[in-house]
């Protein structure tokens, strides 16, 4: 049952629109109060957040084997017929588990909850930031300050659709290009030792050798595949490589957008800014679970085998979760299309009836005059 | 309730039965607030009760082992040393000693 009224009154505040870390938006949104803010969390019992936060090796173990046996095995089938036809599904279903899933498998194991043991999660955070072409420490900082500041303009620097959407790099971004480029960018940048101004707001001065290292380490990795590639005359370590994040990066995009996409900034309550999606077993099995999204940014401790018992505790306090990912992208393309020329259109979320008051002491950015 | 020992002050933080082993409870004195754990073998410890990163109450997280797990971005700490062990806490916490008398758990501030 949904709430006739809506949760929070129409649009009454002037927006920012600057997404620059280093603009003015993030000095108002903390003069607002809304940056490293408290934020909105259902009451959920200690004894059962305990059990949900539990973490296990089991799931992600499991998981991991399956992923990894069927990469070999679409690598192996688009070796055994290069030169021919047939290898182009085999390749194509490569580059998806390759690049689709690594983004998940990279998010999770950041969080640290894919594995009980602490360095099964730290050796597949290096494997699949690598996989993802997400730099490991540079991306952990990004990643912590997400979830510090979620969809606060001028603070979160990983707002995939931002207000009015840059349409020319989520095309791009289908085949991953947009993301190619600048992650060559910024390897290159970090690899010299060089942050920008953004990047030092979020990345810790004592964690530059760090993000210099990676960087210089994946440039040696780079040319080595370059190397391999032209003394066996063979395109096939090319492909290996580097098709994955043209060809099997859509995807996670598909994903990646659908988190936040169209819904309200600069609010403290992941129910009003975060997106919860039912997924088929397949799609959940690439995502591992991040379709439970408001539940994630809630309970950030919570494993991603846990996710949907989480979001059966939660349910009565959140809104109706979209049914697809067909009928979230219903949704998001026509906001999307709506913010081209209104970057203050945003999808409203109803909570059901049985949800606990929205708080509007929390919102300062959505009463201001 | 507060003791007085020479020099130090005792705070009585709860009763023994108020934490289960290996879990936390949050205890809040004045301005002060503490994260009190219980090991999985039944010592008591207590923390600064606020993550060193961002200032969430780790009293939300997770205690595994030695250590306790930030709610928010997942930095750990081991609880007995206060050692930051998990980007992206790097700054240790304070700790504090603790005795348990009359199955009451008081922490030891000097």
């Not at chain 1, 952990?140 to 300050?145: C, E, L, T, V």
């Not at chain 1, 959407?165 to 993301?179: E, K, Q, S, T, Y």
């Not at chain 1, 101004?197 to 530059?208: H, K, V």
């Not at chain 2, 933080?13 to 503490?34: K, P």
Request: net charge neutral.
């Amino acid at each position: 049952m949904i709430a006739d009224a809506p949760p929070y009154p129409e649009r009454t505040f002037d927006r920012c629109g600057d997404y620059s870390l280093i603009g003015p938006c993030g000095e108002r949104a903390a003069e607002q109060g809304l940056v490293a803010a408290e934020w909105y969390h259902t009451d959920v019992p200690r004894a059962r957040m305990k059990e949900l936060m539990r973490r296990r090796n089991g799931p992600a173990i499991r998981d991991t084997v399956i992923w990894f046996a069927l990469l070999a095995g679409l690598a192996l089938g688009g070796y055994w017929f290069w030169g021919g036809w047939l290898c182009v599904p085999f390749f194509l279903g490569y580059a998806v588990l390759y690049g689709s899933a690594s983004d998940s498998r990279w998010h999770e194991s950041g969080h640290g909850t894919a594995f009980r043991t602490a360095w099964l999660n730290d050796a597949l955070y290096q494997v699949a930031s690598f996989m993802n072409a997400k730099e490991p420490t540079y991306w952990r900082w990004s990643h912590a300050r997400h979830h510090t500041d979620t969809i606060i303009v001028g603070r979160d620097r990983e707002i995939a659709a931002m207000r009015p959407p840059n349409v020319r790099r989520l095309l791009l971004n289908i085949f991953g290009l947009a993301d190619a480029v600048s992650t060559a960018r910024s390897v290159a940048r970090h690899a010299t030792g060089r942050l920008t101004a953004e990047e030092q707001t979020f990345i810790p001065g004592s964690e530059r050798g760090r993000v210099r290292r990676e960087a210089r380490a994946w440039v040696v990795i780079y040319l080595a595949v370059v190397a391999a590639a032209i003394v066996l005359r063979s395109w096939l370590p090319i492909v290996y490589l580097f098709l994955p994040l043209v060809g099997g990066h859509w995807l996670a995009l598909l994903f990646g957008v659908s988190q936040h996409a169209g819904l309200a900034e600069n609010v403290l309550d992941h129910r009003l800014n975060s997106r919860t999606i039912r997924m088929n077993p397949a799609f959940r099995f690439v995502y591992w679970n991040m379709n439970y999204h408001v539940e994630h940014h809630m309970f950030p401790m919570v494993p991603y085998h846990a996710l949907p018992r989480l979001h059966a505790e939660l349910r009565h306090d959140m809104p109706p979760p979209c049914p697809s990912l067909l009928a979230a992208y219903r949704e998001i393309l026509p906001a999307l299309r709506r913010q081209l020329h209104d970057p203050s259109y945003h999808i409203r979320r109803e909570l059901p009836v049985s949800a606990k008051p929205f708080r509007p002491e929390l919102h300062p950015a959505l009463f201001e005059a | 309730m507060m003791m007085s020992a020479g020099d130090e002050m005792w705070l009585e933080a709860c009763a023994v039965d108020d934490v289960d082993t290996e879990d936390v409870l949050r205890f809040d004195h004045g301005e002060l607030t503490f994260a009190v754990v219980r090991s999985p073998d039944g010592r008591f410890y207590a923390t600064d009760g606020l993550c060193s990163h961002e200032r969430a109450h780790l009293a939300d997280g997770l205690v595994m082992g030695d250590l306790i797990e930030c709610p928010k971005h997942n930095g750990r700490f081991n609880y007995k040393t206060g050692e930051a062990k998990r980007a992206p806490a790097r700054i240790s916490l304070c700790t504090y000693p603790v005795k348990v008398e009359g199955g009451k758990v008081f922490i030891g501030l000097g």
